[in-house]
């Protein structure tokens, strides 16, 4: 089953530059997609679309079988990480966590179950009480997991998010997130430009080159051909 499909999807900003010449590609549902590409080739416009936090120029964007070209991020049942992190400082883990069901009005027991549960699976159940600036690049980003996975959504959407992390720190982490991922099942699309992380990571890969897609595949298909 198809989880995400666009179809013929373009984005040129109000400035006039053309980011995503018309694409069309599909996400299956539990996939783990990688768009990958140097800067600029139109890897985060693509994810801001999917979000709803860009607007779609011309095409179709589908999730869960449901056109959402003009849904709001609200409703469109996704969370996304990104490489800043994007914790409130001045908020525990706790309450960073906390802070996307409080607004949705979920119960108090339900919330605590639910980042209790998080923090567990992330290794972050004696940090519950820290502020972000007591905890280290890693556990940030774990954090910054946390509070998507407590929302329990249909999508994942992953910005760069381990491009301020130290090179041995973000091996470990591509390994924690697809873990996680497959534990979860919940189909994710990650961009990054880089190509180890690409490769390691991704069920399927999307390259990207000046807002067009080059080559789509598994790992192997795209950086394996004889
Ligand atoms: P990537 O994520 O691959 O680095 P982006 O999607 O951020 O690429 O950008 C693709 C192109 O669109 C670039 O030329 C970039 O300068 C341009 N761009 C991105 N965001 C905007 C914006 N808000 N307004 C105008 N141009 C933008
Ligand atoms: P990335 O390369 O990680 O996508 P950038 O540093 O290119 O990020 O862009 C950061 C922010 O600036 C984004 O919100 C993007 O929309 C915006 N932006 C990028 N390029 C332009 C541009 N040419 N004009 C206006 N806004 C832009």
Known sequence: MKQVTLTNVSKTYPNGVTAVRPTSFEIEKGEFLVLVGPSGCGKSTILRMIAGLEAITEGDLEIAGKRVNDVEPAERDIAMVFQNY?????????????????????????????????????????????????????QRQRVAMGRAI?????????????????????????????????????????????????????????????????????????????
Not at 94 to 101: D, K, P, S, V
Not at 109 to 132: C, H, Q, S, Y
Not at 174 to 187: C, K
């Open 150 to 226: 407590v929302r329990n959504p249909a999508l994942f959407l992953f910005d760069e998010p381990l491009s301020n992390l130290d090179a041995k720190l973000r091996g470990q982490m591509r390994i924690e997130i697809r873990a996680l991922q497959r534990r979860l099942g919940v189909t994710s699309v990650y961009v990054t430009h880089d190509q180890v992380e690409a490769m390691t990571m991704a069920d399927r890969i999307v390259v990207l080159n000046a807002g067009r897609i080059e080559q789509i595949g598994t790992p192997s298909e795209i950086y394996h051909q004889p």
């Open 86 to 138: 994007a914790l409130y400082p001045h908020m525990t883990v706790f309450n960073n966590m906390a802070y996307g069901l409080r607004n949705r009005g979920t119960s108090k027991a339900e919330i605590d179950k639910a980042v209790r549960d998080a923090a567990t699976m992330l290794n972050l159940g004696e940090f519950l009480d820290r502020k972000p600036s007591q905890l280290s690049g890693g």
